[in-house]
């Protein structure tokens, strides 16, 4: 039977023991706000994602979407679990108050969704675009487009979609055709008409809400009736699948049929194809948002909400298939001890224990990095340094989207194996979740343009915030030097990020193809360094509280992701600065 096996131990220590979620508590915007409040979240959400969730996770991996005259239709069970956890309020957990929202602090909310995702990883795609979707119309909208788009979706009335990719351009938005024409002014705001078509579009249609609000980047034209060239000419616009009741110019053309993360639909969108005449005419009627021209500036708020919720959702496939399987060796009869005349359960093998504890290492320190962004978001938001919140938090963006993406499949690669045979059958979960999580690490822009970003933009030219997050880095190697099982850990930890220091420096300027062809194992090292600090941090939490055994499994994971992990950070850095193979090689002989 499909489970998804939730330790909430495991949440509770990374809030509350690790992160002192509490301390936020007495800041204003939390004040109405308590441990009490916060478990009681906690306790909906983990009751709601194994009640109505997981149920539907195998059922919307056996039918998928389907597209008929109508629209698209997803599975009962999937629409049902979207609009209970609209109804449970869940929605609007970050939202300001007057926006009819919880005010919770992000990093709470983050540890309610890690439940969904790791329950039914596609029907909480509907919600985390929602709220990422509203989220940018109520900080960069008029009043009146926060009150017509952003509440009802914070309400649960209508979800909302990001609609960003074109067939011909994928991540190069520079490159994307979709027009938008001015077409007057109503009470909400400059109204353009939209013409073209968008690609790999998730929930642009389905049959849980009436309405769904898109929001979708074009370009509007320039003085001789052209698009604007470059991503200067990229404006952002409101585009609603309902006008007054009635059909915008936006239908769906075509599903993407995955390999997993199937409950969702996958979309192929026209705009302004004629399909409908809202006003009497064709076009698809769409709000600008802010003015011209701040388009991708805007969505690049939404995209990194996205980048770190893809993150989360990999840890959490990967949590699962790493309870699944730990569950699995400890019940498995397979092989007898030595001195042994029965089968013993295979957790007994030291290859299954290695494969167990490195899924540990991976999916707990992929969690850890995830609420760790999510507190650098409620600092930037209510804290004493918001500006220095916000350099960390934009340095670790592409490893927060990506080390959880490669490292949560790796996981669940091990889960399969564990599993032997029966783990690449249907009969179990894992060999879906791997399935599932194929996908995360091209959702959002794919591992080599995060590693692009992480090279070209921030390593490259903000030593400020490499050098902030050096000194936390610092703080904790020193604390982890008056425990002798840790100290070791903690020279290697500063052995590793003197290596990026130099890494960092050495590729500053100017930047040339040499170091963009290592941006993916600079990426992978730089990502494994950080989560290297994060277990060694986690480690010393977990030694000031009540030793027991699941403290002793942290202290554990910390030691083996030193051990067999971090000398991978040398390797990659190396590959990263040193090797000219993939730019040297001409296109013919690969």
């Given at each position: 039977m499909?489970?998804?096996?939730?330790?909430?131990?495991?949440?509770?220590?990374?809030?509350f023991d690790?992160l002192k979620?509490?301390?936020?508590?007495?800041?204003?915007r939390?004040?109405d706000?308590?441990?009490?409040?916060l478990?009681a979240?906690?306790?909906?959400s983990?009751?709601?994602a194994?009640?109505?969730?997981v149920?539907a996770?195998?059922?919307?991996?056996?039918?998928?979407?389907w597209?008929?005259e109508?629209?698209?239709h997803v599975?009962?069970?999937?629409?049902?679990?979207v609009?209970?956890y609209?109804a449970?309020g869940?929605?609007?957990?970050?939202?300001d108050?007057d926006?009819?929202?919880?005010?919770l602090?992000?990093?709470?909310?983050?540890a309610?969704?890690?439940?969904?995702?790791?329950?039914?990883?596609?029907?909480?795609?509907?919600?985390?675009?929602?709220?990422?979707?509203?989220?940018?119309?109520?900080?960069?909208?008029?009043p009146?487009?926060v009150?017509?788009?952003?509440?009802?979706?914070i309400?649960?009335?209508a979800?909302?979609t990001?609609?960003l990719?074109?067939?011909q351009?994928?991540s190069?938005?520079?490159d994307?055709?979709?027009l938008?024409?001015p077409?007057?002014?109503?009470?909400l705001?400059?109204r353009?008409?939209?013409?073209?078509?968008?690609?790999w579009i998730?929930?642009?249609d389905h049959?849980?809400?009436a309405?769904?609000?898109?929001?979708?980047?074009?370009?509007?034209?320039g003085?001789?009736g052209?698009?604007l060239?470059?991503?200067?000419?990229?404006?952002l616009?409101?585009v609603?699948?309902l006008?007054?009741?009635a059909?915008?110019?936006?239908?769906v053309?075509g599903?993407?049929h995955?390999?997993g993360?199937?409950?969702?639909?996958?979309?192929v969108?026209?705009?302004?194809?004629?399909?409908?005449?809202?006003?009497?005419?064709?076009?698809?009627?769409?709000?600008?948002?802010?003015?011209?021209?701040?388009?991708?500036a805007?969505?690049f708020q939404m995209?990194?909400e996205?980048?770190?919720n893809?993150?989360?959702?990999?840890?959490m496939?990967g949590?699962?298939?790493?309870?699944?399987?730990l569950?699995?060796?400890?019940?498995?009869?397979?092989?007898?001890?030595?001195g042994?005349?029965a089968?013993?359960?295979?957790i007994?093998?030291?290859?299954?224990?290695?494969?167990l504890?490195?899924?540990k290492?991976?999916?707990?320190?992929?969690?850890?990095?995830i609420f760790?962004?999510?507190?650098?978001?409620d600092?930037?938001?209510t804290g004493?340094d918001?500006?220095?919140?916000?350099?960390?938090?934009?340095?670790l963006t592409?490893?927060?989207k990506?080390?959880?993406?490669?490292?949560?499949?790796?996981?669940?690669?091990?889960?399969?194996?564990?599993?032997?045979?029966?783990?690449y059958?249907r009969?179990?979960?894992v060999?879906?979740i791997?399935r599932?999580n194929r996908l995360?690490?091209?959702?959002?822009?794919t591992?080599g343009?995060?590693g692009?970003?992480?090279v070209?933009?921030?390593l490259?030219?903000?030593?400020?915030?490499?050098?902030?997050l050096?000194?936390?880095?610092?703080a904790?190697?020193?604390?982890?030097?008056?425990?002798?099982?840790?100290?070791?850990?903690a020279?290697a930890?500063l052995?590793a990020?003197?290596?990026?220091?130099?890494f960092a420096?050495?590729?500053a300027s100017?930047?040339t193809?040499?170091?963009?062809?290592?941006?993916?194992?600079a990426?992978?090292?730089?990502?494994?360094?950080?989560?290297?600090?994060?277990?060694l941090d986690?480690?010393?939490a977990?030694?000031a509280?009540p030793?027991?055994?699941?403290?002793?499994?942290?202290v554990?994971?910390?030691?083996f992701?030193f051990?067999?992990?971090?000398p991978r950070v040398?390797?990659?850095?190396?590959?990263?600065?040193?090797?000219?193979?993939?730019?040297?090689l001409?296109?013919?002989?690969?």
């Amino acid at each position: 039977m499909s489970n998804y096996h939730l330790n909430r131990r495991d949440l509770d220590f990374l809030l509350f023991d690790w992160l002192k979620v509490e301390d936020l508590l007495a800041r204003p915007r939390f004040a109405d706000h308590s441990r009490e409040t916060l478990d009681a979240v906690l306790d909906l959400s983990e009751g709601l994602a194994a009640d109505v969730f997981v149920p539907a996770y195998k059922p919307a991996d056996h039918r998928e979407p389907w597209l008929d005259e109508a629209g698209v239709h997803v599975i009962p069970e999937i629409a049902d679990a979207v609009r209970q956890y609209a109804a449970a309020g869940l929605m609007a957990g970050t939202f300001d108050a007057d926006l009819g929202g919880m005010q919770l602090p992000i990093v709470a909310a983050s540890a309610s969704m890690a439940a969904f995702m790791a329950a039914n990883i596609s029907a909480s795609a509907f919600p985390m675009l929602t709220m990422a979707n509203a989220r940018l119309i109520a900080t960069f909208g008029t009043p009146a487009q926060v009150a017509a788009f952003a509440q009802p979706q914070i309400a649960g009335e209508a979800l909302g979609t990001m609609c960003l990719s074109e067939p011909q351009a994928g991540s190069s938005l520079a490159d994307i055709t979709t027009l938008a024409t001015p077409d007057g002014q109503d009470s909400l705001g400059a109204r353009y008409r939209l013409r073209g078509g968008k690609m790999w579009i998730s929930g642009a249609d389905h049959d849980i809400t009436a309405d769904i609000v898109h929001l979708v980047l074009a370009k509007t034209p320039g003085p001789d009736g052209k698009p604007l060239p470059g991503v200067k000419g990229i404006s952002l616009f409101i585009v609603p699948k309902l006008l007054d009741g009635a059909r915008n110019d936006v239908v769906v053309t075509g599903l993407n049929h995955k390999m997993g993360y199937r409950g969702i639909p996958n979309t192929v969108l026209a705009f302004g194809d004629g399909a409908h005449t809202p006003g009497g005419r064709p076009g698809a009627v769409g709000y600008l948002v802010g003015e011209v021209g701040q388009g991708l500036a805007q969505m690049f708020q939404m995209m990194n909400e996205a980048r770190i919720n893809v993150g989360l959702g990999a840890a959490m496939l990967g949590y699962r298939g790493y309870r699944q399987s730990l569950a699995y060796a400890q019940e498995r009869l397979q092989g007898r001890p030595a001195g042994a005349s029965a089968p013993a359960p295979i957790i007994g093998h030291p290859d299954v224990r290695n494969m167990l504890l490195a899924q540990k290492a991976y999916v707990e320190g992929a969690m850890a990095l995830i609420f760790y962004c999510a507190r650098l978001l409620d600092e930037e938001q209510t804290g004493d340094d918001a500006e220095t919140a916000r350099r960390l938090l934009d340095l670790l963006t592409p490893a927060a989207k990506t080390w959880p993406s490669e490292m949560g499949l790796a996981a669940n690669d091990l889960a399969i194996q564990i599993h032997g045979g029966y783990g690449y059958t249907r009969d179990f979960d894992v060999e879906q979740i791997y399935r599932d999580n194929r996908l995360n690490p091209i959702h959002e822009g794919t591992t080599g343009v995060q590693g692009i970003d992480l090279v070209g933009r921030k390593l490259a030219r903000d030593p400020q915030a490499l050098a902030e997050l050096r000194t936390l880095i610092e703080a904790t190697a020193a604390a982890a030097q008056n425990h002798p099982d840790l100290a070791q850990n903690a020279q290697a930890l500063l052995a590793a990020w003197e290596q990026i220091a130099a890494f960092a420096e050495a590729i500053a300027s100017p930047l040339t193809p040499h170091a963009l062809a290592g941006a993916t194992s600079a990426l992978r090292a730089f990502g494994h360094a950080v989560v290297g600090w994060l277990w060694l941090d986690q480690a010393l939490a977990a030694k000031a509280l009540p030793a027991d055994a699941f403290t002793a499994g942290k202290v554990a994971a910390c030691r083996f992701f030193f051990e067999q992990e971090m000398p991978r950070v040398a390797l990659w850095l190396d590959l990263a600065a040193g090797s000219d193979i993939a730019v040297a090689l001409d296109v013919e002989g690969f």
